[in-house]
């Protein structure tokens, strides 16, 4: 089974403070996705990455920057956390070849804010 | 813009019923549809995976139909479980380019015992 595991279940963090979201998955996957859900606005996508050290914008990237040096590994990084980026964060990849292709997610990190 | 809109938002059965998710989504020029389930505070779990040339795929209980013209796909479960609360969600994703799925907001279903 395609396993895609995230480093942590829940983070608390201060205002202010540089926050790491790592992201390892398991099946060669070429395409990995970050996104975060809130209540009412469903799943919105921050950034995706089609190839090792390849990055796209997704819908909301603001606050946000991303790095993929490795084909398994796609971190997600706060800059500068503020509030607003309390969220649920998800990350997916896909099967290699179209990036539509069938998406598996890991399990989510809880951040909050404070 | 793609949008995606799931009703009801919400959605309580007893054990048994068989029940019907609705997804609907505004550009019909669309690659494939999936459906996701996901648990309170879990990731999300693929279900269903259609493309944009197919009406349906069946798994077990559930079976999804597409219909691309209309902008709309369902997903049918039959003889409803407790085990199947959780919220369901229907995704899109464009026919060009690199860009990802556009979700829906989900629909929360319980299935009473």
């Known amino acids: 089974d395609v396993k895609v595991t995230q480093s942590s279940r829940y983070l608390v963090k201060r205002t202010g403070e540089k926050v790491f979201l790592e992201c390892v998955q398991d099946m060669d996957h070429e395409n990995m996705f970050w996104y975060r859900q809130d209540p009412g606005l469903g799943l919105r996508l921050i950034y995706f990455?089609?190839?090792?050290?390849?990055?796209e914008k997704g819908d909301i990237p603001e606050g946000y920057s991303v790095s993929r040096e490795k084909k398994e590994r796609f971190s997600l990084i706060l800059e500068s956390a503020s509030t607003n980026q309390t969220s649920m964060y998800l990350c997916?990849?896909?099967?290699?070849?179209?990036?539509?292709?069938?998406?598996?997610f890991g399990s989510g990190t809880q951040l909050s804010v404070l | 813009k793609q949008e995606v809109t799931q009703i009801p938002a919400a959605l309580s059965v007893p054990e048994g019923e068989n029940l019907v998710l609705n997804c609907s989504f505004t550009d019909s020029a669309i690659y494939n549809l999936q459906w996701f389930r996901q648990d309170p505070g879990k990731g999300l779990t693929s279900l269903l995976l259609i493309q944009s040339s197919q009406r349906e795929q069946t798994s077990g209980r559930l079976n999804a139909s597409l219909d691309k013209s209309s902008g709309r796909s369902t997903l049918y479960i039959a003889a409803s479980q407790p085990g199947d609360s959780a919220t369901y969600l229907c995704a899109v994703s464009p026919p060009t380019g690199r860009r990802a799925l556009t979700f829906g907001s989900g629909t929360r279903l319980q299935v009473q015992p």
């Open positions: 997916a990849s896909s099967f290699p070849g179209r990036v539509n292709e069938k998406l598996f």
């Open positions: 990455s089609y190839d090792v050290k390849m990055k």
